[in-house]
């Protein structure tokens, strides 16, 4: 394991819904248009789609005007929720992050997350995780996660200093987006339970390793290879696979 992207939201902390109040206040506060978001999912979206999205169903103008006009209002609420009420981080982030940390030879660690940089910086910051990170694909490189991902893969292999082999790259995500984001670079993932998608749901998804959470995993259980080779390893973590 040479490179591992985390997402954020579900997977390292849990906001209690501040993202979307802070959605939800912009669209009646900016917009006029109180109840403007209540249509929406948010589990694993970008959030340039999001805005996309809540312009286009109230058929106001995709400018990069009101892009920014709603990007710039939802930060400042953001700001303000996450100053109130900053949530929790999940279950086994800190040990997580400090085995990873560990590693010889360590991981480049990294993010891979819809949230705009500015965003992803303001909820991490709350629960002291920001610094953790030293590279990272956000919301505002694309509005599609699989190019967030392919971004973030090419800038953690910039730092690494060599082109990482496909299974030497590990996403670690809650939602089946996430999934399809690892599968898209080719990369391994690892799903955790945290953001209130279930197992059975995220199981269907077939990520290479499931857990309830990053408490119940230690980095070092990843370096089995490359997932068709059943070293003894890899079936003892596959035997835990929340299936």
Same mark, same amino acid.
């Given at each position: ?7 954020? @939201?579900?997977?390292?902390? !849990? ?7 802070? =959605? ?5 506060? #900016? =917009?006029?248009? %109180? ?15 999001? *805005? ?6 109230? /058929? ?11 990007? @710039? ?25 400090? $085995?990873?940390? $560990?590693?010889?030879?360590?991981? *480049? ?7 705009? !940089? ?6 991490? !910051? ?7 990170? /030293? #590279?990272?694909? =956000? ?61 059975? @749901? ?16 230690? %980095?070092?259980?990843? !370096? ?7 070293? %003894? ?11």
């Amino acid at each position: 394991m040479r490179i591992v992207l985390f997402d954020i @939201d579900g997977t390292l902390i !849990r906001t209690g819904g501040a993202g979307i109040k802070a =959605f939800a206040r912009t669209s009646e506060s #900016v =917009f006029g248009l %109180p109840g403007g978001t209540a249509h929406m999912s948010f589990h694993g979206r970008t959030d340039t789609s999001l *805005v996309r999205e809540f312009l286009r169903h109230h /058929s106001l103008p995709e400018t990069k005007e009101n892009m920014s006009r709603f990007l @710039d209002s939802y930060l400042v609420l953001l700001a303000e929720m996450l100053a109130e009420h900053p949530g929790e981080r999940c279950p086994g982030v800190g040990p997580f992050l400090e $085995a990873c940390r $560990a590693m010889v030879p360590k991981p *480049v660690i990294g993010l891979l997350t819809g949230n705009v !940089r500015l965003g992803a910086e303001l909820k991490l !910051r709350a629960h002291g995780l920001w610094e953790e990170f /030293s #590279v990272g694909g =956000f919301g505002d490189d694309h509005e599609d996660r699989n190019q967030i991902a392919a971004i973030a893969r090419q800038r953690a292999e910039l730092e690494l200093g060599v082109q990482a082999l496909d299974h030497e790259v590990v996403v670690i995500g809650d939602t089946e987006r996430d999934v399809a984001c690892a599968r898209a670079i080719g990369a391994r993932c690892l799903a955790v339970a945290t953001g209130g998608i279930s197992a059975g @749901d995220l199981a269907r998804s077939s990520p290479d390793w499931l857990f309830a959470g990053l408490d119940e995993v230690h %980095p070092e259980d990843l !370096r089995s290879g490359d997932p068709r080779d059943r070293s %003894p390893l890899h079936k003892s973590v596959s035997d835990r696979f929340l299936v």
